[in-house]
């Protein structure tokens, strides 16, 4: 397989973790997760003043650390699976910060996203906004500890502003996965079906549309 370095994206409840999950296992990779963990997006999601550039600034610092101990380390140089795009944090801080929250911002991330390597190959993972809601949901009800749940106005808002940045995505080769039937958490056939489709691409944007039924 040509991609050693890849970074799974979609918006929350689109199945990232899952999927680089299998994924890694398939191919005997080395896995990288995001830590979800944040202390202030429960200020963020209760409106508080100041709490996005909070949230936002530790995500960004925290995905910089990760992935930059990763390129020290040469890690790329095995097949690693990831469950983020590091640019990626642009599409939340667009979206949630105001103009003199933005100014700071992108002055650090242009700083910080110089430690970062591209990654081989993009898969983003397209889906629509009600099956979004309905996974989180889901995904809430089923967990040991209370779980953060944005609403849905944020999340069509979320994942229009993620369509937005893919459509516009040329910095590696991208493979877009409509998941609205897409099952790799239990079928083996689904997972199967979407190796062919990594082996198979070459450069630039390939869509590829999962066989149902």
Same mark, same amino acid.
């Given at each position: ?6 970074? *799974?994206?979609?918006?929350? @409840?689109?199945?990232? $973790?899952?999927?680089? @999950? ?10 990288? !997760?995001? %830590?979800?963990? &944040? ?10 003043? @100041? ?5 936002? #600034?530790?995500? #960004? ?15 790329? $140089? ?8 590091? %640019? ?6 667009? !979206? &949630?910060? %105001? ?5 700071? +911002? ?17 898969? +983003? ?10 996974? !989180? ?10 779980? #953060?749940?944005? %609403?849905?106005? +944020? ?6 502003? +993620? ?15 409509e998941t609205a039937d897409f099952d790799p958490q239990t079928s083996d056939e689904a ?6 489709? *990594?082996?198979?691409? @070459?450069r630039g944007t390939r869509y590829y549309v999962p066989r149902t039924g």
């Open positions: 397989m040509d991609f050693h370095h890849i970074a *799974i994206e979609g918006p929350p @409840g689109a199945g990232k $973790s899952v999927l680089a @999950g299998r994924l890694a296992g398939r191919l005997t990779a080395r896995l990288v !997760l995001e %830590d979800p963990e &944040n202390p202030f997006l429960g200020d963020f999601y209760a409106d508080r003043p @100041g709490a996005a550039l909070q949230a936002q #600034l530790f995500y #960004l610092l925290g995905r910089h650390q990760q992935q930059a101990s990763l390129r020290q380390a040469s890690l790329f $140089s095995q097949t690693t699976v990831c469950d983020y795009l590091f %640019d990626k944090d642009k599409i939340f801080a667009y !979206l &949630n910060l %105001d103009d003199n929250e933005l100014f700071i +911002y992108q002055k650090l991330y242009d700083l910080l996203a110089q430690d970062v390597a591209t990654p081989d190959l993009a898969i +983003y993972l397209q889906t629509p906004t009600p099956t979004l809601v309905r996974r !989180l949901k889901e995904r809430a009800l089923h967990a040991e500890q209370p779980a #953060l749940v944005p %609403d849905a106005d +944020y999340l069509r808002e979320l994942n229009e502003a +993620y369509q937005h940045f893919f459509f516009h995505y040329s910095a590696s080769s991208l493979l877009v996965v997972l199967d079906d979407l190796l062919k489709q *990594i082996r198979g691409m @070459g």
